[in-house]
């Protein structure tokens, strides 16, 4: 069975900096592509980044430039960079394995993220 396990959240300062970990367990990691999600109180959830087998990245608009997501396959890990954090990044995070199909994606627990001074 597939499991992923996200760490990393917490209360964070505009103007500081996180770095989300998102760590897998029962899959070949490195032939996945990845994506982290988040969803704000009262919104629905959207893709944030997203980056594939081959290390390929596209991020949302919102956070183009301010957020960077990476890969260790090694160490069967997906990350990402929050700086200069916003309130408006508020939200939880969610990782997400994709595979042959849809239904068959694997998502993580979540973990907080909160930017406020």
């Known amino acids: 069975q597939v499991q992923l396990v996200e760490s990393g959240g917490g209360l964070v300062q505009p103007g500081g900096s996180l770095r989300l970990s998102c760590a897998a367990s029962?899959?070949?990691?490195?032939?996945?592509?990845v994506g982290w999600y988040r969803q704000a109180p009262g919104k629905q959830r959207e893709l944030v980044a997203t980056i594939t087998s081959d290390g390929g990245t596209n991020y949302a608009d919102s956070v183009k430039g301010r957020f960077t997501i990476s890969r260790d396959n090694a160490k069967n890990r997906v990350y990402l960079q929050m700086s200069s954090p916003k309130p408006e990044d508020t939200a939880v995070y969610y990782c997400r394995v994709f595979r042959s199909t849809w239904t068959d994606d694997v998502w993580g627990q979540g973990t907080q993220v909160t930017v406020s001074s």
């Open positions: 029962g899959i070949i990691f490195s032939v996945n592509a």
